[in-house]
């Protein structure tokens, strides 16, 4: 939103610094770090409330845990939502087919991980949502995601495996595309699933993770980089430099609430 600015740097020349996108995605970081640090009180007090006895706690874990996280709400993944959300629409250019994919595909993948939650906490069991109705939908949304990346590129680079370093060592794949995408995608969640378990150890790496692909957005989304570092130009991926520093400040923000003594767990 901030970006359309820009616009009326004739009249106002400070405008044109919405124009720069390392400017933007050092807003979108603050924005999303502010928006979890201003508003996860109000959500673990709501959470709280809501959840009473919180978030049922697995009887094959460490025995200390039946102590010391009985009571603690879960669904504080609600706070890095907001905050992604929030900064990636006041800061990103919204008329960049890569940002809205990558923004719906997150929500909709948090929408699985709420209604899993809700399970638990109305079930009180640590069961949730069946694993094969979750995997069907990460797929399902995945495979959604994939037809429209082939639609916002042409469909020979999207279609196109580049390896980092060899600016020419391309791998078609073809009709393994959408597969190879989906696959990545539904992965790349339930990896942060499976590493999920202790305060703080999850959001962790999914912000150093974030932050790498910031860069990875940002270069291969300048021409000039992209030439210098010999990887292939993608017309419009550097705006999801934005949706990614939007992730790396609303980790941060969450990680306040959820370094241990944990107040609130991601969900």
Known sequence: M?????QFSDQFAVLNVFRYLTFRAGGSVLTAMLVAFIFGP???????NKQGRGQPIRSDGPQSHLLTKQGTPTMGGVMILLG???STLLWADLSNSYVW????????????????DYLKLTKRSSGGLPGRVKLIGEVVISVVASYFIIDASSPELAKTLAVPLFKNMLIGLGVFYVPFAAFIMVGTSNAVNLTDGLDGLAIVPVMIAAAVFTLIAYVTGNSVFANYLQIHYVVGAGELAVFCAGVIGAGLGFLWFNAPP?????G
């Open 84 to 86: 992604i959300g929030v």
């Open 2 to 6: 901030f970006y359309y600015l820009a």
């Open 101 to 116: 994919i990558a923004l719906i595909v997150t929500m909709s993948f948090g929408l699985i991980g709420f209604i899993d």
């Open 262 to 266: 944990a107040m609130v767990f991601m």
């Open 42 to 48: 109000a959500i673990i007090r709501w959470l709280k």
